[in-house]
């Protein structure tokens, strides 16, 4: 089976400016999730996805938002950017909700200028 | 409030030296505990999780509700064991939230 797949792997993008990232899960699993990496804060989660409803939502400001769609893929969206969100955005999917077991993808690298 | 603490960044030993790598958590409910490792340009993957009670890699962790702990150890440390390990939790069977510690860096010299 393919892995998780994300995309794009690296953008830069200027304050003020939107961002979204594409998220392919493992071909069955239906529960998508993501998380901010940085050196300060760690992996620190922002939602998880389950059948396209957001079944949770971490301590990030409303300019975090996601979506699932019915084949599973999910994409997160960040508007007006702010330098702090420069960040290594990971997705995870699992076969289940709920699940601790989660499969990664290998990120995508946000640099905000 | 819900944490997790691995109070080293950095764990360097010798090969066939034994290793345990900290992990406490503050939680309070029914959590499950995980441990995850990234090796050297690989992604983050499951190592094991305390209910299944296995080893993996030659990697063990014993949940100790008292000490709120769940170590990771492996008697003889392998080069191949050197990468980044983080330990998580989430609330048993309710979301797929993970807390994750800051993670400690493994390094097994020759």
């Known amino acids: 089976k393919a892995g998780v797949t994300q995309t794009p792997r690296y953008l830069i993008k200027t304050r003020g400016q939107q961002v979204t990232l594409s998220c392919s899960p493992i071909s069955g699993h239906r529960s998508v999730s993501w998380y901010q990496q940085t050196p300060g804060q760690g992996l620190q989660f922002l939602f998880e996805y389950f059948s396209e409803t957001q079944r949770n939502k971490g301590n990030f400001p409303g300019r975090f938002s996601g979506r699932q769609f019915s084949n599973s893929r999910s994409e997160m969206n960040v508007s007006t950017l702010e330098l702090g969100d420069s960040a290594l955005y990971l997705c995870?999917?699992?076969?289940?909700?709920?699940?601790?077991?989660?499969?990664f993808g290998e990120g995508s690298r946000l640099t905000v200028l | 409030a819900q944490r997790v603490t691995q109070p080293e960044k950095l764990l360097s030993v010798f090969k066939g030296a034994p290793v345990e790598l900290k992990c406490n958590y503050s939680?309070?409910?029914?959590?499950?505990l995980f441990w995850y490792v990234q090796y050297s340009r690989q992604r983050l993957q499951l190592l094991l999780r305390h209910i299944s009670r296995e080893s993996i890699k030659g990697f063990t962790a014993d949940l100790n509700k008292g000490e709120t702990s769940f170590h990771l150890k492996k008697p003889f440390a392998q080069e191949e064991d050197s990468a980044m390990y983080y330990c998580a939790l989430t609330n048993s069977g309710n979301t797929g939230k993970l807390i994750f510690g800051q993670g400690t860096t493994l390094q097994v010299k020759p």
């Open positions: 939680y309070s409910g029914s959590p499950e």
């Open positions: 995870a999917s699992s076969p289940r909700q709920g699940a601790g077991e989660l499969f």
